[in-house]
């Protein structure tokens, strides 16, 4: 079964810290570009970061440069978003998406189902 299941979100202050986790099983992660995506309440999905397949290329957000870090282990077939300095604008839904890049016959792109992410004193 494709899937990717996050993990991590939660309430914290501003000024803290959070660690997102997307999980990613029934598909090769290698093969697969890894993005993070947030929405926040009436507003539409944005890309906040993306890292290639071998990890060694990523991009982000304007908005997160300098603050969040994206990273993947594909030992573990994980990707994670490393949220410093969180402000309260940060608060949303924060979804991962996996794009096939390599080998992508028949291969299908996936959504996770989301992690609620709250940026509150």
């Known amino acids: 079964q494709v899937q990717l299941v996050e993990s991590g979100g939660g309430l914290v202050q501003p000024g803290g810290s959070l660690r997102l986790s997307c999980a990613a099983s029934?598909?090769?992660?290698?093969?697969?570009?890894m993005s993070w995506y947030r929405q926040a309440p009436g507003k539409e999905r944005d890309l906040v970061a993306y890292?290639?397949?071998?990890?060694?290329?990523?991009n982000y957000a304007d908005s997160v440069k300098g603050r969040f870090t994206i990273s993947r282990d594909n030992a573990k077939n994980t990707v994670y978003l490393q949220m410093n300095s969180l402000k309260r604008e940060d608060t949303a839904v924060y979804y991962c998406?996996?794009?096939?890049?390599?080998?992508?016959?028949?291969?299908?792109?996936?959504w996770g189902q989301g992690t609620q992410v709250t940026v509150s004193s």
């Open positions: 998406y996996a794009e096939c890049r390599l080998s992508c016959t028949d291969a299908v792109n996936v």
């Open positions: 890292i290639s397949p071998t990890g060694r290329t990523t």
């Open positions: 029934g598909f090769t992660f290698t093969n697969y570009r």
